[in-house]
């Protein structure tokens, strides 16, 4: 990717995605990416891909530096430090419990969790198939879409 693409002026249209986008970012509601290409100008009948193309780099490295730029003055501007997070939610959690809101004092103690690096969200996922059933089922897609695997079979 050359510089070029990166330092690439933005079209009008570009800079009021990109500052929607990062607006949207830090925003309570937040809106699609094709909603946010709507509001910025583009025709809803291409807004779906402007949405997708003004946040991939690969295709507007420009905008998406620009967007990226816009959302760190914003942590500047105002002050956001995973510090100043932890605090806010320590915050809301004493609020919540004075208040008796336990639930609401919980979910900010388990984010304040999520802060921290305390808790890793995993996927268990379930496998009922054995390892036989499923190199069955990999020979027959190498076999169906005669696939190259650049592995002998093991009976030549």
Do not use: C
């Not at 933005?10 to 970012?25: I, P, Q, S």
């Not at 193309?53 to 956001?80: A, C, G, S, W």
């Amino acid at each position: 990717m050359s510089s070029a693409n990166i330092t690439k002026t933005l079209t009008e249209k570009e800079k009021f995605f990109a500052r929607l986008y990062a607006e949207n970012f830090f925003s309570n509601e937040t809106m699609t990416n094709t909603e946010i290409a709507i509001k910025a100008g583009y025709a809803k009948e291409s807004a779906y891909q402007r949405g997708y193309e003004n946040t991939t780099y690969k295709l507007k490295p420009h905008v998406v530096t620009y967007i990226e730029k816009l959302k760190e003055d914003f942590r500047v501007r105002n002050q956001i430090s995973p510090e100043k997070h932890m605090a806010r939610l320590n915050e809301i959690h004493q609020l919540a419990k004075e208040k008796g809101q336990l639930h609401t004092a919980m979910n900010a103690e388990v984010y304040r969790g999520k802060v921290a690096g305390y808790y890793v969200d995993k996927q268990i996922i379930k496998q009922e198939e054995t390892e036989e059933d499923l190199d069955r089922k990999l020979k027959e897609i190498v076999d169906r879409y005669n696939l190259i695997t650049g592995h002998e079979e093991e009976n030549e």
